[in-house]
């Protein structure tokens, strides 16, 4: 057990809808990570918050977007779903901004439909 | 821009048979690089952090080395429980703090 929680674990929706996925990172760890993983593709960096700041954006779409709450929770709301979008997210924590150790949850399945 | 290469793609050996995963990257500045495992539906478990050419890690039957333009990930005796895919990932000083994955190398290890 990494000590990173994600919720939910499985998420079956349609398309054009929207859906939030929302992580817990380890106790003590400052820095989440968000990476999404589909079968023709590896673990793509989507977007990085700091103690509650974005402090990196990779490949992500406009219709999605992120945030880290004061408790330091993280949430990744995806909107206007495609079938494109269905594969595993993950999270990720580490305690320092730079993540030289980053830990991974258990991910979210999202079929879209 | 970080490049990350895994081979081979797939590898099956047989209890008891040591094998090594290549790992070759390009990365401008190091900052790391890393291992994890992962299994099937499951998140990347954390395995080594390896710093500068010549480090080594061991973990079990697994050992991690590291040159300039590649990384090896020997695995000793392997039994069926080590069957995975595992990951290679570099984080590069011009990168900030997103990791580059390869795209795995899955193992098979029968009885």
């Known amino acids: 057990d990494s000590g990173v929680t994600q919720t939910p674990k499985h998420l079956i929706t349609a398309t054009g809808q929207r859906v939030t996925l929302r992580c817990s990172p380890r106790s003590g760890d400052l820095s989440v990570y968000w990476y999404q993983q589909s079968l023709d593709q590896g673990l793509q960096f989507l977007i990085q918050?700091?103690?509650?700041?974005?402090?990196a954006k990779g490949n992500i779409l406009e219709r999605f977007s992120a945030q880290q709450f004061p408790d330091l929770h993280s949430e990744l709301n995806l909107s206007s779903l495609e079938l494109g979008d269905s594969a595993l997210y993950f999270c990720?924590?580490?305690?320092?901004?730079?993540?030289?150790?980053?830990?991974f949850g258990q991910g979210t399945r999202l079929t879209v439909v | 821009e970080d490049q990350v290469t895994q081979s081979p793609e797939a590898l099956r050996l047989q209890e008891g048979e040591s094998s090594s995963l290549n790992c070759s990257y390009t990365?401008?500045?190091?900052?790391?690089l890393f291992w994890y495992r992962q299994d099937p539906g499951k998140g990347p478990e954390f395995l080594f952090t390896?710093?500068?050419a010549g480090e080594e890690k061991e973990k079990e039957r697994l050992k991690a080395t590291l040159t300039k333009k590649e990384s090896f990930l020997h695995i000793t005796a392997p039994k069926p429980e080590d069957s995975a895919t595992y990951l290679c990932a570099v984080g590069g000083e011009t990168s900030g703090s997103r990791l580059t994955f390869g795209e795995g190398t899955q193992l098979t290890v029968n009885p």
């Open positions: 918050y700091y103690n509650g700041e974005e402090r």
């Open positions: 390896l710093y500068s």
């Open positions: 990720a924590s580490s305690l320092t901004p730079r993540g030289t150790e980053a830990f």
């Open positions: 990365v401008s500045g190091l900052r790391g």
